[in-house]
C-alpha cells in the first residue's frame, strides 16, 4: 500500500509540474511590447492556446511571419473575439510580448481587426 501511495503521490507531482510548465511565459519577454502590422496566414483557434501567424513587412522589404500564440478560444470568445471576426487574408496590427530568444514571434497583448476593434488578448496588456 505504501508503494501503491508513492506512486500516486509521484503522478500528482509530476502532472501539476507539467501544467505549471505549460502555462509558462517565460519564452516571451512581459517587460517590452512591440506592435506589428501585417496579413493573417494562419488562424488557430485551439485548446489550449490560440495561434495566428502574420505576414509582416521586415526590413529591406523582405516578409517575415510572425507566430503568435494568443489566449484559449473561450478566452478570446469572452473578451469579444469570435471565430468569425479572424480569417486568412485580414489586415491586422497586433501588439505582443516578443520573444526573449530574439526570433519573430510573441504573445498576443491586443489586436486589432480589420474594422478597427480592438481587442484585449494577452497576459502582458
Same mark, same amino acid.
Given at each position: ?6 506512486? @500516486? *503521490? ?11 510548465? /505549460? /502555462?509558462?511565459?517565460?519564452?516571451? +519577454?512581459?517587460? &517590452? %511590447?512591440?506592435? *506589428?502590422?501585417?496579413?493573417? %496566414? ?12 502574420? &505576414?509582416?513587412?521586415?526590413?529591406? =522589404? #523582405?516578409?517575415?511571419?510572425? &507566430? *503568435?500564440? !494568443?489566449?484559449?478560444?473561450?478566452? @478570446?470568445?469572452?473578451?469579444?473575439? &469570435?471565430?468569425s471576426a479572424m480569417k486568412v487574408? +485580414? #489586415?491586422?496590427? @497586433? %501588439? ?5 530568444? !530574439? ?7 491586443? *489586436? %486589432?481587426?480589420? +474594422? ?7 497576459? =502582458?496588456?
Open positions: 500500500m505504501r508503494q501503491y501511495l508513492r506512486g @500516486l *503521490i509521484a503522478l500528482v507531482l509530476f502532472t501539476a509540474s507539467q501544467a505549471m510548465a /505549460h /502555462h509558462s511565459f517565460a519564452a516571451f +519577454d512581459l517587460n &517590452k %511590447t512591440v506592435v *506589428i502590422q501585417g496579413e493573417l %496566414t494562419v488562424v488557430r483557434f485551439t485548446n489550449p492556446h490560440s495561434w495566428f501567424e502574420v &505576414k509582416v513587412a521586415g526590413a529591406e =522589404g #523582405k516578409s517575415e511571419m510572425w &507566430k *503568435i500564440e !494568443g489566449l484559449s478560444p473561450q478566452q @478570446l470568445f469572452s473578451r469579444g473575439l &469570435k471565430r487574408g +485580414d #489586415k491586422v496590427t @497586433l %501588439t505582443v510580448n516578443p520573444m526573449r530568444n !530574439g526570433e519573430v514571434g510573441g504573445s498576443l497583448v491586443n *489586436i %486589432t481587426l480589420a +474594422d478597427g476593434t480592438t481587442l484585449l488578448g494577452g497576459p =502582458g496588456q
